[in-house]
């Protein structure tokens, strides 16, 4: 049987790797390489977790990305001596796209490595229930005190500022990645979304920023910051909720998939549409002066009642 290999850095040692992206677009290679494994019949290979990175180290946050704890192989993935045994002696096929893949040719035993940046969920919607399942199984310690968490009448908040360039709304607007949303927005959202409940419904916020960037968010009645401890575990964390506000990226739109929830956006940051039941959630954009649709207040109203 052959078997696939989501690749995560260029460069990997045994063990652990150097660099590498963040984790919502890791997600991405390791979903690939699970509908792959499952729709031609490979085995999978348990990806190299661990990162050495010094932009977190540089930039103080607190979360270092060194990604060691986020996930443990609960699964039958190939690990351990088995998984650099057969990266060293099998032979290797590299892509960055499956559908590039001559299936035809790939013969038993060949590796599959795959190392391809799509950001998006196409080809992965009808999979959800398989990828979700895998990514839960192999949670870590963190990961699964936030599965057992209960935000089903709560708003969750995810605001990413971290490495993300200084807020530009011109090119926000033109849908430009890795840019912040000013912390004015939120609050907007936050209060419109109230306004629509009914009540002052408890916001929980994510995040990677300071205390001091999130003052005028932190400082609404009723609102908190959460966080389960590493990325995983508030990507699971974020999912909770039956609505989130959302960031423009990938660890929000992770968290919107995995929990099929309602969402709102900055205009232009939605970047991908998740949900599959249009007729009971929505995914939503909306600006600071923007009100909501009556539907979309009546449904707000409908999930805080």
Known sequence: MPYIYPKFSKYEAVGFRFGGAGLGNLLFI????IVASEEHGCELIWPTWTSIKIGPWIRHEKD???????????????DGIPKYKILCLSRKISCVDFDCVDWSDIRINDVIIYSGFRMNFNGLLAYRKKIVEVITECLGDKGMIAMKYDASHELNVHVRLGD??????SALEKGQNNTRIRIEWYVAMVNKVRQAAGWRVPV???????DEELQKLLSMDCVERKTFGNSIGDIIGLSKAPLMIASGSSFSLWARYIGECNSISYPNQIKDRVVTDQRNKFEIE??????????IRNRIREIYQ
């Open 30 to 33: 390791w979903a690939r390489s």
């Open 64 to 78: 270092k990305r060194l990604y060691n704890d986020l996930f443990k192989n609960n699964t039958s993935m190939i």
């Open 164 to 169: 993300f360039s200084p807020t530009n709304k």
């Open 286 to 295: 909306v600006s600071d002066n923007e009100d909501f649709s009556e539907s």
């Open 204 to 210: 929980n916020v994510f995040s990677d920023g300071t």
